[in-house]
Every structure is written in structure tokens, then in C-alpha cells.
């Protein structure tokens, strides 16, 4: 049997190269980084060039980057502790309801500490609007977190204009980039944030490895005490080999950047033109303003969870909104945020893709999927007499 | 304590928020990179500073010029010897 992987948005394919690269550093070349020895020299020597490689695809200088073991890591990191370092000014923050939990649950973690957190609304795509960012902002107001695009609905968010806003009252700007670095372009300084998280298995890196832009002169308050690692910034004993590879994946996503989005947004037309066909099934997110390599929609009647398992019957692998609400078998946030009824909301599919899909995995995936609509349908009951209306034509076409 | 007002740094090493032993080795790194009569500003809200910093000046050499105070953190001044 066929089998088609649409599911780059949870991980990528470790790319082979970036395993070869990893793999001194799982042998011979083992040592600890703050060893003074050669062994530890060479695992920080490795470190330092990982850095650089990072700090070249995000144009970053290398000593901003600090790295993390994970992007939800590096979002807890930068919203606590930029949080936290200017509470003297001010305990107000701003997150977006699109952000992933990672970013809400921080700032839920931080409402309970006693700051005040402005959930800012969407519209239908998801796009968070500047004027309201801009209307939301008090005298106390010290940091704005707003992901640069949503992994669940695909829309790429106005950062540059927030950014703009931002700056004008001194305020903090924090971009979650784990769905962007290494698959769109990503400049810290052309953007103007002043934090940005990335996540290495988002292009081709290993799992574990993440990494935090913090620029130049922004105090912050450390999220893990400890050791001097990562100029004290965050402690723990540097993880060489997925650091190393995170390095690796980022030089590599840096020259295939524009071949891999030209291939991306093809397969991904493709994917909503032919998905797009099918009755009652509706694009989510941005229709042009997304990402190259993601197509998400709601198909009317049906459960994501049905669809998950039938398509993976036939070697299809794709998600149904994101993996933690998806396991929770709980309605997305983010897409009823973006007005789509609890009901609808659970017939969510995400097909995202990468340079491994071949285009003939798009013309299977297009064979196969109508029919997997069209036999839930015959055995869901909500169906029943769909032809005269339903929940998605009002919310996406009312 | 010596507490001084108004000294011109050279550089600066903003460390607020970094804990024991950064001070230190910001303080050993920067060092090294100045030249001699040069003065380092560093800015940190660690209280083991107090004793830690001009310990480290009296052992190296260094000389501890002294310290000021802002809201929220600290500043030291070394200047490395000609």
C-alpha cells in the first residue's frame, strides 16, 4: 500500500544529512561542552557553529540564539520570562486566541500569578488585526505574543505592522516561529521582533531541539536555573547531537527555501482545489495569506477522528486540528475562535506537506479522500437531510 | 563598601536576571577584552555580587572602583590595570 505522510506540521522527516551530522556527536564525539578537555571543546566548538547556522537562517546575530529542548519551551521562556523581567513596569500582557497552548497556558500560568492577559479575537481567517492590538494596549501593557502562523489553520500573521504598533510603546514583541522558521522566510530584524521561538523537527531537524531569538539587550528572566550553560540563560547540559542537527536543518532549509515553498504551494493548490470540490467541506484559514505547505479545512457532518482513521487505513497520515486538542477529543480553540460552531469544528483535517511528497501522492490522496467523506457521511447521522442547509454554509459562505 | 556616582564605563555588562556564577564569568570574559585603564560597568541584580566582586578584583589584580545602586539591580565598576 501507498504510503503518503501530510502530516509535516507535527514533524518533519529527519533529513538524512541532518542524521549524519548528528551522529558523532551520539559516539565518539560524546563529551560534556563545559568539559575543558578536547572532548568537551569539540562538543562546544559544535554548539557555536549549530548557532551560527541558526543565527543565519533567521538573520540573527549568533549570540542571540539561545537554545531550548523543545519551541513549546522557548514560548513558556519568553513569555514568563519577559513577563516576569518587566513587571515593575507593568503586569498586562497580550496573546492572540490562535496562539498554541504552549503560549495560552503560559499566559494562564501568569494570570493566576496576578498579571492581566488580553485575549485578542481573530477574524474569520485568523488573522489578528493590528487596530486591535493597538486598541488593546494599556500603560501596563509590557509584552504582545502573537504567532507568526497558526500550525492549525495555516494563516501567516501581520507581524511587521504589529511590530510597528509595538515599538511605538515600547512594548515587547514575541512571534512564535515554530510553524515559519525553515519553511518560510524568516528575518528578526525585517519582521522587528524582539523574540522569536523556532522548533528544529519543523524542518528537518531532530525532536528535542528548539531555539529562542532573544535580541540584543532584552533582559529576561531564565526559565530553568542552574548551570552557566547558554551564557546562564537556560542551565541544563546541552542536548550536542539535536543541537548539532538543528544547525545542520537550518543551513539546509536556508538554500532549499524557495525550491521547497515553490514545490509546497503546488502540492498544496493541488490539495484545495481537489479537497474544495467535494460538497460541504471548507477551507479554514487564510485563503492565499498561508502557509506554502498547509491546507487545512471542516468538513461538515463527520469526525475528524473518523477521517484520521480511515485515511491512515489507506496510508494516509494527517491531523485533525492540533495534536493536543486532537488527543483531548476536544473542540479546537482556535477554530471556534475564528466563528466556527463546536459541531463543525470537529470534522477538522490538516494535510501539510513537505518535499518528501511525491505530486502522485497528491493524486492519490485526492482519489481516495471523497470516498472516505462519502461512506462517514452514509453513517452519520447528522447527514441526514443535509441538502437543505447546514452550519458550515452559514459560517462560511452567510 | 565604596559606593560611587556618575563613573564613566567603557563597556557594559548587562547581566540582570543571570544568576551566580555569571557575574563571574562575565566579569573574568569582559575583562579580557579590554585594554589596560579601561573600565567595565557590569549591571547585575545578584546579591552575592556584593562580596563576590571586588573579592575577585582583590585576587586577580583588578582594581574594584566601586558600586552604585538603581531600582532594580546593581552596578559594578572594575578597571583593569595599566
Known sequence: MRKCYFDHVAVNPLHPEVLDAMMPYLKEDFGNPLSVYDLGMSARNAIEEARGKLASLVNAKPPTIVFTASGAEANNFAVRGIALAKQSRGKHIMVSKVEHHSILNAARFLEKSGFVVTYLPVDKYGTVEPGVVKSSITDETTLISITHASSEIGTIEPIKEIARIAKERDIVLHADGVATTGNIPVDVKELGVDLLSMAAHQFGGPKGAGALYIREGLRIVPLIYGGIQEGGRRAGTENVPAIVGMGRAAEIAKNKLNSKMAYCKELRDRVIGGILKMPKVYLTGHPENRLPHHASFVVEFIEGEAMLLMLSMKGIYAASGSACSSKALKSSPVLLSIGVPTALAQGSIVFSLGEDNAREDIDYLLAEFPLIINRLREMSPFAKGWGEGSEGEKCFTG | ?82
Open chain 2, 1 to 82: 563598601m565604596k559606593f560611587v556616582h556618575n563613573v564613566k564605563a567603557d563597556i557594559t555588562a548587562d547581566i540582570v536576571y543571570m544568576m551566580c556564577p555569571m557575574h563571574l564569568l562575565k566579569l573574568d570574559e569582559m575583562i579580557k577584552g579590554l585594554d589596560k585603564g579601561q573600565v567595565l560597568e557590569i549591571l547585575t541584580d545578584y546579591d552575592g555580587a556584593l562580596e563576590d566582586i571586588p573579592q575577585w578584583c582583590e585576587k586577580t589584580g583588578n582594581q574594584f572602583i566601586g558600586m552604585d545602586e538603581d531600582d532594580d539591580y546593581y552596578k559594578f565598576y572594575v578597571r583593569k590595570p595599566q
